[in-house]
């Protein structure tokens, strides 16, 4: 069973910058698009950002301008550069590679790595 494998969370300041990585344990096939989510204490998973496999991607728009999301297709990894964080970013940052083969679709989620903003 293939895992996808975070990293970059930490503790950083009001205004600081952090860089999430995921990159899966194994070969993943038939990417369609891979993206970021995050889920704040006491509040359900929300979307952050995707990026197809053509390159375009997508913020929410509590993030546009301050995030930026990019992936290697060839190796199935995904990155999420945030600058200028706040406090309300703090979360655990979930990434999710979503394949589509014949019809069929599937998600592959990573474990979460945790981002904490101090104000």
């Known amino acids: 069973q293939v895992r996808l494998v975070e990293s970059g969370g930490g503790l950083v300041q009001t205004g600081d910058s952090l860089r999430l990585s995921c990159a899966p344990s194994?070969?993943?096939?038939?990417?369609?698009?891979m993206g970021w989510y995050r889920q704040a204490p006491g509040k359900q998973r929300e979307y952050v950002a995707h990026?197809?496999?053509?390159?375009?991607?997508n913020y929410a728009d509590s993030v546009k301008g301050r995030f930026t999301v990019s992936g290697d297709n060839a190796n199935n990894t995904v990155y999420l550069q945030m600058n200028n964080l706040q406090p309300e970013d703090t979360a655990v940052y979930y990434c999710?590679?979503?394949?589509?083969?014949?019809?069929?679709?599937?998600?592959?989620w990573g474990q979460g790595t945790q981002v904490t903003v101090s104000s």
């Open positions: 194994g070969r993943i096939l038939h990417t369609k698009w």
């Open positions: 999710n590679i979503h394949i589509e083969y014949l019809g069929d679709e599937h998600a592959y």
């Open positions: 990026i197809t496999t053509g390159g375009s991607a």
